[in-house]
């Protein structure tokens, strides 16, 4: 009698994966050997328990956890744009956001146009530096200029040049350093 | 010799007049207006400028003409003189700015409108300086050129204008 295949082997032919000439001599074989068609009727009593057990205790499980997942998750519905969604608010409390908001608009023109906010803040830097801002109203930037006697924001004095001196241009405009220009000596 | 004064206390006082309602009107503000006025005061400047007109002849340096300004402004805020002339109208505007090192930056404007005898043709000069001086230090402008013996040949008059800058004294 040759010798029997090992378990492994067996397993294999039992799930029909061995190629057909070994195939044929494994199936000579267990024709043949009492040892090895017990060890194939114990491969079937396994696979008919897996089968029974996976029919039914795992499946009703299965099928109840399936059902809850989707009950929770809404298949084929999106969720709206943000542009899209309603607030709803009751009448009191949206009429007083209005008039809040409404004041709030307001109040910013009102400071943004308004010109009567004089002050002269000094600020000394930490270094020594001072920076002086002035904000003083529309008028009385008038009353400072004509006290200036301009009408623009500079100073002028006017000078008044004889008649009787006959001025000719004699080049371009220029300016420097008194000691630039020295004097001509005879 | 004609001789303009200018003053900026009216113009400080006007501030600190300004500054004591703003006191009102600004209750974190916590500067004493003489404090500011002081401040003010130890910043302004003294912008002096000279103009003359020189005769044509280069040997004589007693001028024909000549004018002085003298005006008190704050680093950054500008004074400008204008002369009038029979054909000719100057403008020169001096912004003295402080600097770092203590001395002045002096940004001057120059404009010269001017007509042609002649022709009645006017021709305009624009110019723009930025010079860094000392206090004292004089500087000259000379708006329609700076002559040459040929010039002077010509009998042609001169003119120049001197500025000089020096920190605000106050009179005791």
Known sequence: MPMCPDLEILSAYFDDEIPAPWGREVAAHVATCERCRARLA?????????TEEDSQGW????????????????IGRQRASVWR???????????????????????????????????????????????????????????????????????ESVMTIPKSVKLIPVGEPRMGKANEFPRKKP | ??????????????LAVVHTNAQAQAPGSDTDPKEALQELLSKALTVTVSARVLPPDAQEETPVWNAESTKLTLPGRSIKVRLDGENVRIYLICTPYLQD????????QGQVWFTEPQDKENRYFSTFYSIPVSFGEKVLF????????????????????EIKIVPYEKKQ
């Open chain 1, 59 to 74: 499946r009703a499980p299965m099928e109840r956890v399936r059902r809850r997942i989707l009950a929770h998750v809404p």
């Open chain 2, 1 to 14: 010799m004609p001789r303009v004064r200018g003053g900026i206390v009216p113009l400080l006082l006007a």
């Open chain 1, 85 to 155: 969604r309603q607030v709803a608010l009751p009448l009191p409390v949206a009429f007083l956001a209005a008039v809040l908001i409404l004041t709030f608009g307001i109040t910013l023109a009102v400071l943004a146009t308004r010109t009567n906010m004089g002050y002269i803040r000094v600020t000394k830097a930490p270094a020594g530096g001072t920076e002086y801002q002035f904000a003083v109203p529309y008028d009385k930037v008038e009353a400072l200029l004509k006290s200036m006697g301009g009408a623009d924001a500079t100073i």
């Open chain 2, 142 to 161: 000379f708006p329609l050129g700076l002559s040459d013996a040929d010039a002077q040949q010509k009998n042609h008059f001169n003119i120049e204008l």
């Open chain 2, 101 to 108: 090192n203590g001395e002045v930056l002096l940004v001057a």
């Open chain 1, 42 to 50: 114990e491969l079937q009593e396994t696979r008919s328990i897996m």
